[in-house]
Nanobody, 124 residues
C-alpha cells in the first residue's frame, strides 16, 4: 500500500520561503512518478512539479525559477522548496504518486495515490 504524508505548510509573507516534505512508501518513491499538486479555493487542482523514476523533473510555468523539487533517497522524502512565494501560491498542496515510472501529463486521474494535503498561505 502506498502512503504519502506531507508536512511543512504554513503562513508566510510574500517573498518568503517554505519547504514542503512528502514521506513516501519505499516502492513508490523508487519506482513511481512523484509530484506536487495544489488546489486553491474555487479552482481546479493543478500540477506544480513532478519527477519520474529516472529523475527527470518538470515544473509548471507558474513556479519555474522559484520552486525546486528534490528527493532524499535515503529518507524516502520528496521535497518542494518554495522561494519567492506570492499570494497566488496560496493553496492546499498535495503530494501525489502515479503508479508508473513515467509521469505523462498533469492529468489528476492518472495519479492514484494522494497525501492528505498541507496548507500554504501567502499574505501580500
Amino acid at each position: 500500500q502506498v502512503q504519502l504524508v506531507e508536512s511543512g505548510g504554513g503562513s508566510v509573507q510574500a517573498g518568503g520561503s517554505l519547504r514542503l516534505a512528502c514521506r513516501a512508501s519505499e516502492y513508490a518513491f523508487n519506482h513511481f512518478c512523484m509530484a506536487w499538486f495544489r488546489q486553491a479555493p474555487g479552482k481546479e487542482r493543478e500540477g506544480v512539479a513532478r519527477i519520474d523514476s529516472a529523475g527527470a523533473i518538470i515544473y509548471a510555468n507558474s513556479v519555474k525559477g522559484r520552486f525546486t523539487l528534490s528527493k532524499d533517497n535515503a529518507e524516502k522524502v520528496l521535497y518542494l522548496q518554495m522561494n519567492g512565494l506570492q499570494a497566488e501560491d496560496t493553496a492546499e498542496y498535495y503530494c501525489a504518486s502515479r503508479p508508473a515510472g513515467r509521469c505523462g501529463e498533469w492529468h489528476v486521474p492518472l495519479y492514484g495515490y494522494w497525501g492528505q494535503g498541507t496548507q500554504v498561505t501567502v499574505s501580500s
